[in-house]
T-cell receptor
Framework: AQSVTQPDIHITVSEGASLELRCNYS??????LFWYVQSPGQGLQLLLK??????LVQGIKGFEAEFKRSQSSFNLRKPSVHWSDAAEYFC????????????FGKGTRLSVIA | EAGVTQFPSHSVIEKGQTVTLRCDPI?????LYWYRRVMGKEIKFLLH????????ESGMPNNRFLAERTGGTYSTLKVQPAELEDSGVYFC?????????????FGPGTRLTVL
């Protein structure tokens, strides 16, 4: 069965510092991988996705993620965090066929301090 | 273009009562999904409509939950009777095609509290 692990429930970083949010998945083949962000009062917004090809994917808001097949990981990174990045971040995995549901991790809440 | 909307944004009811949540997908999106997030847990899939038909309802917790999508437009999710464990945030999402290359757009969610 597919599963997603986000080991960090809550992370606090200083504004301007770099960020890495961890995501590990369990899936029999190469899945489609996603990162979503949820700001307070908002729905989930897609940050980036990986389907195939280049293992380093660029997303919106200056985020990037790297797919590492050997580690079953898809960590999200940002070189310099802004206060507006404070939100909850979700990693998700989906079967390439699209006919099975997305499986989400439990989320990582990011706090940004001055 | 309007995004996915959900109503109400919050609902507080007592155990045993009935609640109906509504989702309006993006116009033209045939695929509509319901998810739920219980506090501190992962977002879990409930069911998937393609137009007015239930494509997959494997995530529905029990028969107290009833989802409909009359005419293939908006959808409702009714919980009757509500139990304490039904508390959580219910998200709706829609997409144009049944393919993850087509983005799922999420609504802001309905926070349900059962007392």
């Amino acid at each position: 069965a597919q599963s997603v692990t986000q080991p960090d429930i809550h992370i606090t970083v200083s504004e301007g510092a770099s960020l890495e949010l961890r995501c590990n998945y369990s899936y029999g083949a190469t899945p489609y991988l996603f990162w979503y962000v949820q700001s307070p009062g908002q729905g989930l917004q897609l940050l980036l996705k990986y389907f195939s090809g280049d293992t380093l994917v660029q997303g919106i808001k200056g985020f990037e993620a790297e797919f590492k097949r050997s580690q079953s990981s898809f960590n999200l990174r940002k070189p310099s965090v802004h206060w507006s990045d404070a939100a909850e971040y979700f990693c998700a995995v989906g079967a390439p066929s699209g006919n099975t549901p997305l499986v989400f991790g439990k989320g990582t809440r990011l706090s940004v301090i001055a | 273009e309007a995004g996915v909307t959900q109503f109400p944004s919050h609902s507080v009811i007592e155990k045993g009562q009935t609640v109906t949540l509504r989702c309006d997908p993006i116009s033209g999106h045939d695929n509509l999904y319901w998810y739920r997030r219980v506090m501190g847990k992962e977002i879990k899939f409930l069911l998937h409509f393609v137009k007015e038909s239930k494509q997959d309802e494997s995530g529905m917790p029990n028969n107290r939950f009833l989802a409909e999508r009359t005419g293939g437009t908006y959808s409702t999710l009714k919980v009757q009777p509500a139990e304490l464990e039904d508390s959580g945030v219910y998200f709706c999402a829609s997409s144009l095609r049944l393919d993850w290359k087509y983005e799922q757009f999420f609504g802001p969610g309905t926070r349900l509290t059962v007392l």
